[in-house]
């Protein structure tokens, strides 16, 4: 590499003052952003001037090391460094990022548990075509077949709250589309409403 082997010279006192200048203001940004970790777009910002300060403290201790042995390919042993650092944390938001794209499971979610979370409401019978992804890290959708017995509309309706009380509560799920059957006792299949058991109801379609 003839960056390495034949490094520039370098002004290393105006160098280190540069850098604590930079320092400061990537800190500083660092200050006004560490608050929103919940937002992707937000952390990469974080990581982004943070990446910075850790350029800005590479500048400063190349400074100090090339003033004191006059090691000129230091600035560019560190460079190589930094940007390894830089890599390997983007890494992780590039990741986050594809799971979001291709509607994901969302992390730190077990869809197993999401499942025993609404067959142990009071009223589930069984669930079944759990579906759970996410739409960005801070909303996450869910869709269900919700097995329940031979209840009222009104009875249907405080089950499903009552799902969306504790995956909400739980898992923080917000957003769900809840299909709710139960056993038709004349077809023996699961849907809410059968009409072959209540064929009035369609008398006029």
């Known amino acids: 590499m003839p960056v390495v082997q034949n490094p520039e010279h370098i002004k290393s006192l105006e160098m280190m003052a540069i850098a604590t200048v930079g320092l400061a203001a990537n800190l500083l940004s660092a200050y006004y952003l560490h608050g929103s970790s919940d937002n992707i777009n937000m952390r990469a910002a974080l990581y982004h001037v943070l990446g910075d300060a ?30 390894g650092i830089i890599v390997i944390g983007g890494i992780g938001l590039v990741r986050e990022s594809v799971n979001i794209l291709m509607e994901g499971t969302p992390s730190g979610i077990d869809l197993d548990e999401v499942a025993k979370t609404i067959s142990g409401i009071e009223g ?54 809840l299909q709710l059957e139960c056993t038709c006792t004349e077809c023996g299949r699961n849907i809410l409403l059968c009409i072959s058991a209540a064929p009035q109801l369609y008398r006029n379609l």
């Open 54 to 83: 850790l350029a800005s403290v590479g500048v400063m201790l190349g400074g100090v090391l090339i003033w004191w042995t006059g090691w000129y390919v230091i600035d560019p042993v560190i460079s190589v460094v930094i940007c």
């Open 124 to 177: 589930v019978i069984g669930v079944h075509d759990l579906h759970l992804w996410c739409i960005s890290p801070e909303i996450s959708s869910l869709s269900a077949h919700v097995l329940v017995g031979d209840i009222t509309c009104s009875s249907a309706d405080a089950i499903r709250d009552r799902i969306n009380d504790a995956l909400l509560g739980r898992f923080g799920i917000a957003h769900t589309a």
